[in-house]
């Protein structure tokens, strides 16, 4: 079955699982660009991370002040998160932020050129005891995952242990893009769905014994969302993952992925399951999750993705409501958001 998204063709089951056969087509010439960064990510990942990892220090140097398009969403979802940070902080958390994506970039590679045994040689983890005490319970598991740079690396830590997983995917324009990372999601076999797929595929393969990956904190805008606090402001977050855990019959279990630069390594962390998971408030559940979150990313800014437009859907009443658009400078966003917490 082939299903066309957004002018991309791929390759789906009946139920959409992703197949991540090669096809002939990858070898197209509009792909060949593609095939080249996959060949020098190659290159990369037979290099000492430590090498990489000063080579993306000198990238970030040349490249941090540059003013572009994702710079500014940074610095907005910044502000709207604390409000009251200083303009050299919030620099701070983006330079630090570009370099740790910037290291994780150049060792994208790694999952797919280097063995399985290789990979699971080289991760730190951190609350490990949640991880076991969570997997002895025999139910299926919903490990809710914020947008963090490492986030496909370590999201191979759960499948290296033996767990059986899937999660959803979002079909990208390149289709040799989409081959490349979800052959790295399925190094160790399990499931990826394309997310038009909806929950009850997801709810589904949970009956089955199956363990989920799930990102919870991107903006899909308000429906299936309720408007909570995330920081300093308040978010549409989705109440997918209470529903996940109610019709699956699954616990969650917070977990976050981090670049370890000191040790020039993969760093998965873990946070005890929830308890009394979902409460049967929607709106209870959805500030548990942020507040969860908050915690996660507090002391690791800059291992969390910032360029997301995380802030877009608005509550009714809000007067600036396009914090994002191309027509207003940083500085206009800035005080507009500022001027809400005076």
């Not at 090669?22 to 990942?45: C, E, N, R, V």
């Not at 873990?270 to 969860?292: E, I, V």
């Not at 437009?309 to 600036?320: L, N, V």
């Amino acid at each position: 079955m082939v299903i066309k998204l957004k002018n991309s063709i791929i390759s789906m089951t009946s139920e959409k699982k992703y197949d991540k056969s090669f096809k002939k087509s990858y070898l197209k010439p509009k792909y060949w660009g593609s095939w080249l960064g996959i060949l020098f990510l190659g290159f990369l990942a037979f290099i000492p991370a430590c090498i990489r990892d000063f080579a993306a220090d000198v990238l970030c140097f040349l490249l941090w002040r540059v003013n572009h398009r994702m710079k500014k969403n940074v610095l907005i979802n910044l502000t709207m998160a604390y409000p009251r940070m200083s303009e050299e902080d919030k620099l701070r958390i983006y330079r630090d932020f570009l370099r740790v994506g910037i290291k994780v970039i150049f060792g994208y590679g790694e999952s797919f050129y280097r063995s399985g045994n290789y990979l699971r040689d080289h991760y730190l983890c951190t609350g490990r005891e949640y991880f076991d005490e969570a997997v002895a319970t025999g139910r299926p598991i919903v490990f809710m995952a914020p947008h963090a740079w490492a986030i496909d690396r370590c999201g191979l830590f759960l499948s290296a242990n033996s767990l059986k997983m899937c999660t959803m995917m979002h079909t990208s324009k390149n289709e040799v893009y989409d081959w490349f990372m979800n052959s790295i999601r399925l190094k160790y076999d399990g499931k990826v769905f394309e997310r038009s797929a909806g929950i009850r595929t997801i709810i589904k393969a949970l009956k089955e014994g199956y363990s989920s990956f799930f990102l919870p904190d991107e903006d899909l805008g308000a429906k299936g969302a309720e408007f909570v606090d995330f920081f300093a402001s308040r978010k549409a977050t989705l109440v997918t993952v209470s529903r996940l855990a109610k019709l699956g019959n699954a616990i969650v279990v917070p977990m976050f992925s981090c670049y370890n630069e000191e040790k020039h390594a993969y760093e998965v962390v873990f946070g005890k399951y929830f308890d009394n998971y979902p409460s049967g408030d929607d709106r209870a559940d959805a500030g548990r999750l942020n507040h969860c979150i908050e915690e996660l990313i507090t002391g690791r800014e800059k291992q969390y993705m910032w360029f997301l437009r995380m802030y877009k859907t608005r509550p009714e009443g809000e007067e600036f409501t396009d914090i994002y658009g191309k027509q207003y400078s940083y500085d206009y966003v800035r005080e507009e958001i500022q001027k809400r917490f005076r």
